[in-house]
């Protein structure tokens, strides 16, 4: 009986692993994780398990931002990169 209880338990544990991203998604502007609440973005977008199968965006940083769409923080994260790119060539 007491085996049968310490597998219910593991089984909640790794249940509760494997939620954990959409309890707590991380954001992919700013890398911090915060409840679901607190975000505005929330998509799976590949099959994958954990926090690699979601992109998420919270509220702060769709405000900060601008964005309303995944569509928009791909923009910004090429903006971004560009802009690196030029400040790095500028140095040279
Ligand atoms: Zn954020």
Do not use: W
Request: aromatic content about 10%; hydrophobic content about 40%.
């Amino acid at each position: 009986m007491q085996r049968l209880m310490l597998l219910i338990i593991v089984f909640f544990i790794i249940l509760f692993f494997l939620y954990l991203p959409e309890l707590f998604p991380s954001c992919a502007c700013c890398g911090k994780k915060k409840p679901r609440p607190f975000f505005r973005i929330h998509r799976a977008v590949s099959l994958s398990p954990g926090y690699k199968g979601c992109r998420s965006v919270c509220t702060r940083c769709c405000r900060k931002h601008d964005l309303n769409d995944l569509k928009d923080l791909d923009r910004l994260s090429q903006i971004s990169r560009k802009v690196k790119i030029r400040r790095l060539s500028d140095d040279f």
